[in-house]
Every structure is written in C-alpha cells, then in structure tokens.
Nanobody
Framework: QVQLVESGGGLVQAGGSLRLSCAAS????????MGWFRQAPGKEREFVAA???????YYVASVKGRFTISRDNAKNTVYLQMNSLKPEDTAIYYC????????????????WGQGTQVTVSS
C-alpha cells in the first residue's frame, strides 16, 4: 500500500496562497490517480481535487478557478496550488491515492495521508 506524507499547510490571510505537497512511496505512483480532500471542524470530509494517471483533472465547484492540482511522476509527488484563499477553505487537507488510476468517483480513493492543517484568517 502506498504511503503518503503531506506538507505545506499553515496560516494565511484571506486572499493569500499556499501550495500543498504530497510525497508518495512506491514504484507505481504514475499509475495512480491522486487526490486532495479536506475536512473542516464539525463537517464531513469532502473531495477537493483529483488528477488521473493520464492527467485528467477534477475539482469541486467551490475551488474551480482558485485551486490547481498537479503531479510530478519523477518525484512521486502531487501538489495543490491554492490561490485566493477564503476563510471557508480552512480545514485539514488530506492527500489520497486511487490505484484504479481514474480518480472518479471519489469513493475509489483508498490510501490516505495524515493530513496538513490549512487555516485562512479573515
């Protein structure tokens, strides 16, 4: 099973930017779909973005145009560039892997990182 380690979270003012990184173990990273999810206090975990093995990208409507997911297969790393951050983006962000490679539906994701906290102040 792939091991995932997130980094890059922190405290930022509204309108600011952060880039999250997720480093994955294993030799088959390029065949996985990779995704980002988040969980705000008192809420269920929600899908944020995913990138398939072939580079197809998917976003939840609330982050379209502000967040960009990307992957670097040579580094076994997936990124989430977050711009124009809003207080409602505050959450723990989790990286996840989908060995099917497709990335949709979100229920395919089966391996999870430990999460990284993102806090956006108003």
């Amino acid at each position: 099973q792939v091991q995932l380690v997130e980094s890059g979270g922190g405290l930022v003012q509204a309108g600011g930017s952060l880039r999250l990184s997720c480093a994955a173990s294993g030799r088959t990273f390029s065949t996985y779909a990779m995704g980002w999810f988040r969980q705000a206090p008192g809420k269920e975990r929600e899908f944020v973005a995913a990138v398939s093995w072939s580079g197809d990208m998917y976003y939840v409507a609330s982050v379209k145009g502000r967040f960009t997911i990307s992957r670097d297969n040579a580094k076994n790393t997936v990124y989430l560039q977050m711009n124009s951050l809003k207080p409602e983006d505050t959450a723990i962000y989790y990286c996840a892997a989908d060995e099917s490679g497709f990335g949709i539906p979100a229920t395919r994701f089966h391996s999870w990182g430990q999460g990284t906290q993102v806090t956006v102040s108003s």
